[in-house]
C-alpha cells in the first residue's frame, strides 16, 4: 500500500468487492445492466438487489443510458458497502476525442455522489483500462489528479482507495504518482 495527500488517498492491490468501504465505484458500462471485469464481480457479490436499483435508474433518469463520465448511485447490496457508484469510463480511441476529461469527470462526478451521501471512504477500480483500453500510465495521472484536486477542495469523504487487480497496474499508478509529486516539488 501507498499513500498520498496525508493518507487521504491510498493506493491498494485488491479485489473491490472485499473492500469494506462506504462505498465501492463500479466501472460500468451505459446499459448499467452489467458486464464483466469489475462490474461483473461487483452484481455477482452484491446480489440482484443492485441490478433491480439500476433497472429502476435507467427507467426514470436515464433512459437512453447512463451517459460516458457520469455516475449514479445504488445501495450496495450483498456487499460490505453501504454504497455502489457507477460510472461510465470513456473507451480508449487515439487520445484525441477527449477521453482524459471524460475519465477526470468520471472520478469528479463519482466523488461527488459519495460526498453527497456522507461516505467517508470509497474505493475506486482503475477505470476504462481493462476492457475500454485506456492506457494505464496516463489513467494513473488523470486519477490521481482529479482525486487530489477533489480532496483539496473536500473534507469529504476522508480516505479514497484506488484498488488495483494486479501487483503491476499497481506500481504503474504508484509510479506515476510518485513522478507527478517529484516534478511538483522541483517547481518549488
Ligand atoms: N477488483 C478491482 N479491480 C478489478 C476487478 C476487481 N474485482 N476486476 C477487474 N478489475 C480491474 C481491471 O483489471 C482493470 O484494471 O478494473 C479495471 C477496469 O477494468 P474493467 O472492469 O474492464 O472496466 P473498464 O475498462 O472501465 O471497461 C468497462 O467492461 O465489464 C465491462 O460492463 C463493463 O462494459 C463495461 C466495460
Known sequence: MREYYQGRLIATVG??????VDAIVNAANASLLGGGGVDGAIHH?????IMR??????RHSFPKGLPIGRACITRGGKLDARYVIHTVGPVWKDGKQHED???EACYRNSLDLAAGHAANSVAIPAISTGAYG???ERAARVAF????EFLYR???PRTVFCVFYSI???EIFVAEADAILQAVSEQE
Open 15 to 20: 479485489d473491490i468487492t472485499e473492500m469494506s
Open 45 to 49: 457479490r452484491g446480489g440482484p438487489a
Open 53 to 58: 436499483e439500476c433497472r429502476e435508474i435507467r
Open 101 to 103: 476529461a471524460l475519465l
Open 134 to 136: 485506456f492506457p494505464r
Open 145 to 148: 489528479g482529479a482525486i487530489g
Open 154 to 156: 473536500n473534507t469529504v
Open 168 to 170: 503491476e497496474d499497481y
